[in-house]
């Protein structure tokens, strides 16, 4: 059974960092392609950040671009998502997905791409 939990979340002052953090289970980690989305009240889910299955590739969105890194750790099946200078536009719940890549290269960045989702984590940003 699949499993995708994201922790890290929390109620931050604007201009504070976070680490958001994306573990998996009962996949083979290094074949997915693992992506960042986040949904605010009355918006549309929205790609923020994804990786490659090897790590070699990075794609951001330009709402994030220059204030955020992703990284992975495949060997603890984990994904790292760190924002930094966050502002109130930041604030969401942050869900991470993961989806089987038979390519290296291959970064998805629409949600329905993705195979499998965690339950999300609140990120809340006041000014």
């Known amino acids: 059974q699949v499993q995708v939990t994201e922790s890290g979340g929390g109620s931050v002052q604007a201009g504070a960092s976070l680490r958001l953090s994306c573990a998996a289970s009962g996949l083979t980690f290094s074949s997915y392609a693992v992506g960042w989305f986040r949904q605010a009240p009355g918006k549309e889910r929205e790609f923020v950040a994804g990786i490659s299955r090897n790590g070699g590739y990075e794609y951001y969105a330009d709402s994030v671009k220059g204030r955020s890194t992703i990284s992975r750790d495949n060997d603890k099946n984990t994904v790292y998502l760190l924002m930094i200078a966050l502002t109130s536009e930041d604030t969401a719940v942050y869900y991470c997905?993961?989806?089987?890549?038979?390519?290296?290269?291959?970064?998805?960045?629409?949600?329905?791409?993705?195979?499998?989702w965690g339950q999300g984590t609140q990120v809340t940003v006041s000014s």
């Open positions: 997905a993961a989806d089987y890549r038979t390519r290296a290269t291959d970064l998805p960045t629409t949600a329905s791409s993705y195979d499998y």
